[in-house]
């Protein structure tokens, strides 16, 4: 039987701001933005998740910058999580910048990267920027999940 995870052990508390929770076993975690842009994290293990906000929160500066960072504290992943309109390559941008500003408080946690577009712009759909994130994420033992409309995490 799996032991409870004290708070003093506990994973979620990378960050001391910017959470909209910290070290809760929520069962469906949903991230939304003003369009129709929907990220949807299960937690069928119920493990301790936390929230932040990237853009105006743990990264404040005018730089490009992801919306929102997921924490899953007992398997030690973090998401990246990106939610846009059509622009891939901006959406790109602003998630690679947010791993290389934040994963040094993050140590030994796997990095995934999560792009909801409300529309594709087909000419973006290969672009040398997508496979370097790819690559990026591929070697912090993560991947690179895109999705037009709304995206669940795969369990």
Not at 23 to 39: C, P
């Amino acid at each position: 039987m799996k032991q409870p995870t004290t708070m003093l052990e506990c994973n979620c508390k990378a960050f001391n701001t910017d959470f909209e929770f910290q070290h809760e076993n929520r069962k469906v975690v949903t991230f939304k933005d003003k369009g129709s842009a929907t990220y949807k994290y299960p937690n069928k293990d119920n493990n301790h998740l936390a929230k932040y906000r990237v853009d105006g929160g743990l990264i404040a500066d005018k730089g490009k910058k992801c919306d929102y960072l997921l924490l899953n504290c007992e398997r030690k992943s973090s998401y990246f999580i990106e939610l846009k309109g059509s622009d891939i390559s901006h959406a790109i941008d602003q998630i690679e910048r947010s791993i290389d500003e934040l994963k040094k408080n993050l140590p030994n946690f796997s990095v995934f990267a999560r792009i909801v577009l409300t529309r594709v712009n087909t000419t973006h759909l290969i672009d040398c920027k997508l496979k370097k994130l790819e690559k990026k994420v591929e070697l912090l033992n993560g991947n690179l999940m895109k999705s037009s409309g709304s995206f669940e995490e795969p369990v």
